[in-house]
């Protein structure tokens, strides 16, 4: 669903530009209370995870393939403000390198399929998981279900700023049909994949998973007919807030690898929903050259390789670990800043016991 350039009008995507900024900035706040030292590598691998599961489009129907927008499974595993930091880290390498979803419309771009995504799917998902069984079982079916609506939200989302900055005169009520219709199928394929990421990092590491935090809830006991907190369990001999994350990061990492550096050659070469939604509805009339055209990586192959498959492969491995670097240095930094603000916010509630 990348929107490329010249789809929405300058006004628009100015505007857009302005809050996706602003949202953007509010999340660099608020992932300071979601990371510290373990998670922050996490969340930067989160990232170029979600940048090699983008490349393996899937078809759907039509002619038309879909991929993995990532703002559900970014904020279930990493937190809402942290996911939508991913998610803008991602859109960021991919236009910037890869010459995917058009640099005028970043702003578009993140404020669709990063914030939009990203708030719909954490709200759902908190809404059902408060009211379903803390089972890993309730919470991977709570992670489909918001992962599945997040997807036709943002094409709604898509389709209101066409409405408003829409640079081809079309009926605003088939371009939605068609877009909402299309991303409810694709929805079904990101709601598969989220799931089975998540219930797979809860099956081996919930303490990691910012979705899970409070899984397992305290054991009850019947005494005389009233229910009571069981006595606490001896603890650990190490506590899962210091187990390394070093097996975890490493699989995950060689897992993105395989996925952007071979498996990515077998996904479908249909255009995906926006692009075939484009076409048939004639709303890319005024679509424009991408200012990075002339990428040495762009289109996701490296420029001089002639085989196609190693060219995409070594683009997918390259794009993984430029999005993992970038991801994980700025993350490391707003982890540290929620460390230098610790002490201070400590002294200053000591003074105040005082």
């Not at 809050?19 to 209370?33: E, F, P």
């Amino acid at each position: 669903m990348h929107v490329p350039d010249g789809f929405i009008n300058a006004p628009v995507s100015a505007v857009a530009g302005v809050v996706a900024a602003g949202a953007v900035a509010v999340s660099l706040k608020g992932a300071r209370r979601e990371l510290d030292e373990r998670t922050a590598p996490l969340a930067g691998l989160v990232a170029a995870f979600i940048f090699a599961v983008q490349m393996l489009n899937f078809p759907v129907a039509a002619g038309t393939s879909g991929h993995l927008l990532g703002g559900a499974l970014a904020a279930i595993l990493v937190g809402p403000y942290t996911g939508i930091l991913c998610i803008s880290v991602v859109l960021l390498m991919q236009g910037i390198l890869f010459a995917d979803g058009g640099l005028t419309a970043l702003g578009v771009n993140i404020l669709d399929m990063g914030v939009v995504t990203t708030v719909v799917a954490y709200a759902l998902f908190r809404g059902l998981v408060s009211v379903l069984p803390r089972t890993r079982r309730s919470m991977t079916a709570a992670s489909f279900v918001a992962a599945l609506v997040s997807v036709p939200a943002a094409a709604a989302a898509f389709t209101l700023l066409y409405w408003i900055g829409g640079t081809t005169d079309i009926p605003i009520g088939k371009v939605f049909t068609a877009m909402v219709g299309v991303h409810v199928l694709i929805g079904i394929g990101e709601a598969a994949i989220t799931a089975l990421t998540v219930g797979a990092v809860i099956a081996v590491r919930p303490d990691l998973v910012h979705g899970a935090r409070g899984l397992t809830a305290p054991l009850k006991l019947r005494i005389d007919g009233e229910l009571v907190d069981a006595p606490a369990p001896a603890p650990a001999r190490e506590p899962a807030a210091h187990r390394s994350t070093k097996g975890l990061w490493a699989t995950g990492l060689v897992t993105a690898l395989v996925l952007a550096g071979f498996v990515s050659f077998y996904a479908s070469a249909n255009p995906d929903g926006l692009e075939k939604v484009a076409t048939d509805q004639g709303i890319d009339k005024e679509a424009r050259d991408h200012a990075a055209k002339d990428s040495p990586l762009a289109d996701y192959g490296v420029k001089d390789i002639s085989d196609a498959r190693m060219s995409g492969g070594l683009a997918g491995v390259i794009g993984v670990g430029a999005t993992l670097v970038v991801g994980s240095g700025a993350f490391y930094v707003v982890s540290r800043r929620r460390r230098d603000d610790e002490p201070a916010d400590s002294d200053s509630r000591t003074d105040e016991k005082v």
